[in-house]
């Protein structure tokens, strides 16, 4: 199906592991986004991508690690998961024209014991 | 730097009457607005957008947003609440000077009531 996918949708996982969350796009959409979404704050960008192999910080980065080495696919790692990392994860996505909006996937929500 | 501020974490109203969300924004450069909607345990939609031209904005299930420049707001409004609009809405403002990167508000809560 057409569209912006997100898995796993719930994780558990313990402080300290690794954790990676996939976001998949079938669009061919250049720009991928993570975002936090945390009560209170809305939703953070973490990182963001122009295009595959470009990628690029944004307002609460740390602890994160982002790759692209296709268009479509844009997975977030988590190298050494800490508490305050609880969080639902929305991936995003836009086409290279500007002012266009954004296309969400479904949400990740993770809890780290 | 680009900002959002959505000022009410909860806005109250009875099926039938108007509603109003609030939103200002500060950026540098000429602004992109948005509203997005989430219902529970669902990712973002997209509702509608400010771009240039009109400053009075149609989108998705009967909402409008009105530009103010002088103001520098972008409050959504609906003329008649549902009780299925009942859900978490959130302005958002990119700018061309930040092309592509969404700040957003804190979100406000909208509560239809029967």
């Known amino acids: 199906d057409a569209g912006i996918t997100q898995s796993p949708r719930y994780k558990i996982t313990e402080t300290g592991r690794q954790v990676t969350l996939m976001c998949h796009q079938t669009?061919?959409?250049?720009?991928m986004f993570w975002y936090r979404q945390d009560l209170g704050h809305g939703l953070r960008l973490i990182y963001y991508s122009a295009a595959a192999d470009i990628t690029d910080k944004g307002e609460v980065p740390d602890g994160y690690v982002v790759s692209r080495s296709k268009t479509e696919n844009f997975p977030l790692t988590l190298e050494s998961a800490t508490r305050s990392q609880t969080s639902v994860y929305f991936c995003?996505?836009?086409?290279?024209?500007?002012?266009?909006?954004?296309?969400f996937g479904p949400g990740t929500r993770l809890t780290v014991l | 730097a680009q900002s959002v501020a959505q000022p009410e974490d909860q806005v109250n109203v009875a099926e039938g009457n108007p509603l109003t969300v609030k939103c200002t924004y500060s950026?540098?450069?000429?602004?992109?607005l948005f509203w997005y909607v989430q219902y529970p345990n669902r990712g973002l939609q997209f509702l509608l957008k400010?771009?240039?031209?009109?400053?009075l904005v149609k989108g998705s299930y009967g909402f409008e947003a009105e530009f103010n420049k002088s103001q520098t707001s972008f409050h959504l409004k609906k003329p008649s609440a549902l009780v299925s609009d009942s859900a978490l809405y959130f302005c958002?403002?990119?700018?061309?000077?930040?092309?592509?990167?969404?700040?957003f508000g804190a979100g406000t809560q909208v509560v239809v009531t029967p």
């Open positions: 400010y771009i240039t031209g009109d400053n």
């Open positions: 958002a403002v990119s700018s061309t000077d930040s092309w592509g990167k969404l700040q």
């Open positions: 950026v540098s450069g000429n602004p992109y």
């Open positions: 669009w061919s959409h250049s720009y």
């Open positions: 995003a996505s836009h086409s290279n024209l500007e002012g266009n909006e954004q296309f």
